[in-house]
Every structure is written in C-alpha cells, then in structure tokens.
C-alpha cells in the first residue's frame, strides 16, 4: 500500500525541543555554593546505581553550557527544556540562604538561549530534593507545599520576566514509586502501600501555588489511574482503606480548592505502552499495584530498546494523544519527554533511533493532521547521554554521544540527531511516497 505523507507538515508555530535535567547533566555537584541533593546522597552510597557511579560531573555542563548550546544550534531546536538545581539556588531549600553563583548559571543559561532565538521551557523539580529538606521529612513533611511554594514564588520573580513556559514536578508518579515505595531512586525508602501512594504534594493536588495554577499529571487503567487527579486516586483510595489505622491520603478540608481543570497545558511524558487487564487485589494489597487493580504486560511483538522496560511503540503515542483530548476537553499538549535507549558498545550511525523519531513524530503528525489533537511541541529525550538514573551511564539516550572516558567530555551528534534536525528544518516530512 502506498502512503502519500506529502501533507505532514506540522504547525508553523510547532516547538521543536530536546530536554534534559540538572543532577543528569550538570554535575558541580558542590561547586560554588551548591547544597546537596537527595541525588547526591543517594549516589554516595554503595549499591544503589549502576557500577557505583554517580552525577558529581555528569556532562559538566554547569562548565560546559556552551558545549551544549552549540549542540541545540546543531540541532535548529526552537525550544530547550531543562531543569532547575533546587539545592543550587537555594543549598537548604529555603530562601533564608540564595545562592548567587547559582543563580547567575541559570541567568546565563536562559540569556544565551533567548540571544540564539531559542524559547526555554523550565522544570521546578526533577527528582532532586535538596537534601536539608529531605532531613525535615522530604515530600512527607507537612511543610514541604509551602516550602515549594516559596521556591516557586522565588524562581518566577527570578527568572519568570524571561521564562514562560514552566513545568513543576517532573514524573510525581516515578518519584512516588520508584523513590518511595520501590526505593530504587532517591531518596531509597521502601514502604510499599502507605508512603509511596501518598504521592507528593501537587501531584494532581489540590493547591494553588500563588497564582500559578497547575494540575500535574502522573505517566501513562492505566490511562486513567496514572493520569489521575489528586481527587480521583482518593477516591479509589477509600475502597483500599478496610483495616488501615488512617487514610493514606489526606482528606481535602472544606472549602479547599481544586485545580482540575485550569493547567495552561497538558505536559506528557511518554516512552512506552503496555496491555493491561483488569485483575482484583485483596483489600491488604497496598501499593501502586494493588490500588489501580490492573496488571500491564508488554506485547511479545513489540520491539524492545536499551532498557528491558522500554518496549518501542509508536503508535501508542498517538492513541494516548487521542485519550487526553477525548478525556480532558482537548488541551493544548506538549510532549516533554520521549526518547529511544541504547545499551552497549557506542554505535553513532543509531539507524534503530533514527527509525523510531521518523515513526514516532509521523504519529504525532497523524494525531494533530488527522485527529485533531492540539499538540504544541515535541522535546526529545534527551540532548545528551547522561546520567540515566539508577543505571548510571549504562544506558544512553541522547541525540549527542558524551565520551564519558575523555576528560573534555566531547559531544558528538548521533545520526538520530542529524535525523531530527532534518525533520525540524522541513518542519515534519519531505514529500515522498512509501511503499
């Protein structure tokens, strides 16, 4: 069958980005000021990442900055996500103690990014606590929401005369799971059922941070319970209560409000999809597996990248666009994170990469095209190999090779990366035809 693909093109105005996030790539882990995080901590320790290894220089990008911002201009991204060091601006997490140097990095970051006619969007918080907070309790500390919502207040006066685009708690479902019932990331607790659903503060919460009106949302019933509000997992909560000393969640006070509804935009990260059946978990099942009462599995027939996790699908992409605009009243959609890994000897002609961005994005093009689905941007994952979390330096999903083993650690552009400036420089897809 011939597909003619002459009509996807993507809208004038489309963001095309790449992401990355501070502990994976900036390393000056205590350079200048800076606190430390629950990463470092974390990574400190023996036996919980990959080889021991850890985010104390990563891409040094907090010295090689204009590395990377060549790498964007190679790239022609119109956009550049990237997060912020909470520890870096502020080593005890409060604002009782401002790092200047800190500050004066990411003045920099954003001046050279809007010089060069690239619109940052920005990450409050990806994964990395400071530390001093973790010490009062981390996310579980009754605190920790005014805390953050002076953190907040202090990067929108800070940075917000330039940054328009920002995003809060990067992936509250991973960082409730993974960090707290799993302990496979920072900050390592492992109690399945009573902390790890008790998601942070914010996640699809109930609060107002000054103005800045957000409901986050966690990864994709599973749609629906990894994409749930705050007031919907309680919901489902209370059928898991039977025997419990309290509710795992807190109940919303009277009059509280509620922020369904009012975000400025959908921010999705995608990477994989799953099959999943309904399955019924004994009350006593606590838990993220117990609560959604759903069991997912991969596809045999899916291809699998880098990762034992991370089955290539493509078109899951597309459906789950469908869903957020059937479910949620069509919003407006920036997909902040999808990416391809690569494990093993470095291989820069990455055609297996290459392949699923020319897939993956002429999904995204059939969902706005066909489907009408408002997505506004891609960011790919990620500008760089860096650091990828409990697997170290093992895994590598960036669009620039990182030679980990030079001192200079040298950025070199994979084929997936040559494949992506093409798209972005036609805007989507050359007319052509395939068979």
């Not at 990355?20 to 023996?46: L, M, R």
């Not at 204009?66 to 005890?92: A, K, M, N, V």
């Not at 309790?137 to 202090?154: H, L, P």
């Not at 000897?345 to 969902?367: H, I, M, W």
Request: proline share 5%; with cysteine; net charge negative.
């Amino acid at each position: 069958m011939s597909v003619d693909i002459r009509e996807n093109l993507f809208p004038s105005d489309f963001a095309w980005g790449a992401a990355t996030a501070a502990y994976q790539v900036e390393g000056g882990w205590n350079a200048h000021g800076k606190g430390p995080s629950i990463w470092d901590t974390f990574c400190h320790g023996k036996g919980k990442v990959f080889e021991d290894q850890n985010g104390d220089v990563a891409c040094n990008s907090y010295e090689l900055w204009e590395e990377d911002l060549r790498c964007i201009q190679q790239l022609g991204l119109t956009h550049y996500r990237f997060s912020l060091s909470w520890s870096r601006l502020l080593p005890d997490g409060t604002t009782a103690r401002i790092n200047q140097k800190g500050v004066n990095y990411y003045n920099k970051v954003i001046n050279d990014l809007l010089a060069c006619n690239i619109t940052p969007m920005v990450t409050l918080y990806h994964f990395d606590l400071p530390q001093a907070l973790q010490d009062r309790g981390g996310w579980k500390w009754a605190g920790i929401a005014e805390v953050f919502d002076s953190y907040a207040m202090f990067c929108f006066r800070t940075f917000g005369d330039r940054v328009k685009l920002w995003l809060t708690l990067n992936e509250p479902y991973v960082c409730a799971k993974l960090g707290h019932e799993d302990g496979l990331f920072a900050p390592g607790v492992r109690d399945p059922g009573a902390e790890g659903s008790r998601q942070p503060p914010g996640c699809g919460c109930h609060r107002e941070i000054h103005g800045l009106h957000v409901r986050l949302v966690c990864q994709p019933r599973l749609h629906d319970w990894r994409l749930s509000s705050h007031d919907e997992v309680q919901d489902r909560g209370q059928e898991r209560r039977a025997g419990l000393p309290a509710a795992r969640l807190p109940e919303f006070e009277e009059g509280e409000p509620r922020v369904l509804g009012t975000a400025d935009f959908f921010a999705l990260n995608y990477y994989t999809s799953r099959r999943v059946r309904a399955v019924s978990c004994p009350s006593q099942s606590l838990g993220f597996k117990g609560d959604q009462e759903a069991e997912a599995e991969m596809d045999p027939s899916w291809p699998v990248c880098g990762t034992p996790w991370l089955a290539v699908v493509p078109y899951g992409l597309r459906k789950l666009l469908n869903y957020i605009k059937e479910a949620c009243g069509n919003p407006a959609i920036y997909i902040t994170e999808n990416g391809f890994a690569q494990t093993g000897p470095v291989d820069l002609n990455d055609s297996q990469r290459s392949g699923f961005y020319r897939d993956t994005l002429l999904e995204v093009c059939k969902a706005i095209r066909e489907d009408g689905v408002d997505v506004r941007g891609y960011f790919a994952w990620s500008l760089l190999d860096n650091f990828e979390w409990a697997d170290g330096f093992s895994v590598r999903f960036g669009l620039f090779h990182v030679d980990f083993a030079r001192p200079e650690l040298t950025r070199t552009m994979y084929l997936s990366g040559r494949e992506y400036a093409k798209i972005i420089m036609g805007n989507g897809f050359q007319s052509t035809a395939q068979s």
